[in-house]
């Protein structure tokens, strides 16, 4: 492998994992703030009736 | 603990975009503009990425320490969720600085490992935040994972500075530093058109840290807040 190559190398894995992290964080995100918006909306619902 | 208002989710926004252009700005002047080393060659171009990767892993493992400290002393959860989304996205950035170095590794010194002390040092680093994310999933009483991992957290804080004295204190194969350097300024031992790469680059890893940071640390939050409702409704 020439210098270009282990340049190429090294941006590539850098780049490919940091997107991977930041798509499964946002994956993260989307499941935490779903669920709380269930678990609120549901509470809601509850304290509505009792009302 | 409180929902994120649609300005915090603008300005996380601003914070996404920022970063992606100071990233993009990094990589052209990396990859492009600053010339090639006159020892190394084109391999070179690797430190514009190895150099603001540790930078960031000890920024980040600076603020693990700090809000293991805090936590220890007040007990309140948010430093705790500070120092639990730093270490996270520390261990991300040590994983990075070590397969980079590995990557320019090969090419400069002819392997791709070597058990030097600069480059043990900093693979314990990263043993020991893999350890103190393991940990924390480890131990079921919160309260007991917290208080655990904030003091492997400020122990593991130690390391960074046998990292950076390594190359003095011992003979290593891994050179001294050239940016922070006691005895001479920045400028005065490297090119300029390679320092602005460096600093773009730099700036551009540390708007995405904290971009990461604050998403890390909203699904803690968030974690926190369904633990709550839950408990709230089983009571």
């Known amino acids: 492998m020439g210098p270009w190559g282990f340049v190429s190398l090294a941006y590539g894995i850098v780049c490919a994992v940091i997107v991977l992290y930041w798509l499964f964080l946002k994956r993260r995100y989307r499941q935490a703030e779903a669920e709380l918006n269930r678990l609120k909306s549901s509470e809601a619902v ?3 009736d009792k009302g | 603990m409180a929902q994120p208002t649609a300005a915090v989710k603008k300005r996380k926004g601003i914070l996404g975009g920022a970063a992606l252009l100071a990233i993009t700005a990094g990589l052209c002047w990396s990859l492009v503009i600053a010339p090639p080393d006159g020892y190394q060659g084109e391999v070179q171009r690797i430190m514009y990425l190895h150099l603001p990767s540790i930078l960031t892993a000890y920024l980040s493992y600076f603020l693990v ?4 400290g805090m936590y220890l002393w007040k007990r309140e959860k948010k430093d705790d969720l500070l120092a639990h989304a730093a270490a996270e996205l520390g261990v991300l950035f040590t994983a990075l600085t070590i ?3 590995s990557i320019w590794g090969k090419p400069t ?3 791709w490992w070597t058990w030097d002390a600069r480059l043990t040092l ?11 994310l393991m940990l924390r999933s480890l131990i079921d009483d919160e309260q007991r994972a917290a208080s655990a991992a904030a003091i492997l957290g400020i122990i593991g804080f130690l390391d960074i500075p046998l990292i950076h004295m390594s190359v003095y204190w011992w003979r290593t194969l891994h050179q001294p530093p050239s940016i922070l350097r006691p005895d001479k300024k920045p400028w005065e031992t490297v090119h300029p058109a390679m320092l602005t790469a460096l600093a773009v680059s730099f700036v551009g890893f540390l708007l995405l840290y904290f971009y990461l940071l604050s998403l890390r640390y909203r699904v803690g939050e968030m974690r926190q807040e369904i633990k709550a409702l839950r408990l709230e409704r089983g009571a």
Do not use: D, M
């Open chain 2, 65 to 68: 320490f700090i809000g293991s």
């Open chain 1, 46 to 48: 509850q304290s509505h």
């Open chain 2, 109 to 111: 010194w002819g392997v």
């Open chain 2, 122 to 132: 900093t693979a314990i680093l990263l043993l020991i935040y893999a350890g103190y």
């Open chain 2, 99 to 101: 397969v980079e170095g």
